[in-house]
DNA sequence: GTACATTGTGGGGAGAAGTGGGGGATAGTG
DNA sequence: CACTATCCCCCACTTCTCCCCACAATGTAC
């Protein structure tokens, strides 16, 4: 399972196009290479998933009864706003515009490399969240997230 | 077995022709290409499965007890406002006009893609339920998918 | 420092997708 | 049998997506 790591800036066009930073595309599993599925996160971002990542997250769903009422509600706020999307010849991806709209990008995309998935931010809205978070109350939080025993669960 | 995902809004014509979206188009199973079953579905939205799709849920209610009076309305309700639809040469589906009704479908149809079966929606109706989930409920369904490891239970 | 390869950015154009209307065949009704 | 309504095919037009080409910027090797 691939894990990906880092912060890349990279401009889109006035087609929406962006390109997909080398230094991810080098940590795709080649099997999924440039296949992906992006959609809405729980921030004000994006996510994306090479394909075999997302591939997992679709076994959970199927796992989901889809005749009962919390089922149906889960699958179709959750599949709604996602696209599969294919790296184009230049290695871009096309962001769809109800997901450009909803992270509040236009001009400038940043991608963060964040474990099985990648993060997509606009530079605004990044940095918003950042503000929120003191250096203090970040330590904090890490502590409580990392700090504890090592269990070997997985 | 295919997993139907996004959203796709379309003009329906005076006719009651509504264009299948090209990117699920994609995800439909070749051998039932252009073969669907259309149905009221439970909320007041229709339910549209691929002609593979719909072999499962047929599979599940030939396992349904039709001697308990339970199990017949079950059966007789579902399957009576059901009818099987082929797309046109150009690709479209020309939606049953008690359908049409029971949605609240007039110029626009809204596809969304939910796993196994695709619904359809009127822009109106969608609204009206989208308003009944709160962002926060909302995160709890998404926790609920994503969150926790990854199991390989299958 | 210079040459070359890789990566990032922009735009033009062919083809696909979406939309609407006309008309012939078929079936149902009086 | 005639009339009407419906279905479905074909045609036409607009819009948009995606592929290709070109070039700028960056990085790397010698």
Redesign the interface.
């Known amino acids: 399972m691939p894990s990906f790591k880092g912060q890349y800036e990279h401009s889109v066009d006035n087609k929406g196009r962006v390109a997909f930073p080398a230094k991810l595309r080098k940590t795709v599993n080649p099997d999924a290479q440039d296949r992906f ?1 992006i959609l809405r996160g ?1 921030e004000p971002c994006l996510y994306l998933y090479p394909q075999d990542s997302w591939e ?7 796992k ?1 009864n ?2 009962s ?2 089922g ?13 999307l294919v790296l184009d010849k230049q290695n871009r991806l096309s962001l769809p515009s ?1 997901l450009m709209d909803f992270s509040n990008i236009n001009t400038t995309a940043i991608f963060i490399g964040s474990g099985e998935r990648i993060e997509i931010w606009s530079p605004d809205k990044l940095d918003e969240i950042d503000n929120e978070l003191s250096f203090e109350s970040y330590q904090e939080l890490f502590e409580q997230v990392m700090g504890g025993d090592i269990d070997d ?2």
Do not use: C, G
């Not at 179709?76 to 706003?81: Q, S, T």
């Open positions: 599925t729980l997992l997250v679709e076994k959970k769903l199927a989901i889809n005749f009422r919390n149906r509600t889960v699958i179709r706020n959750f599949l709604r706003f996602a696209e599969d109800h669960e997985d």
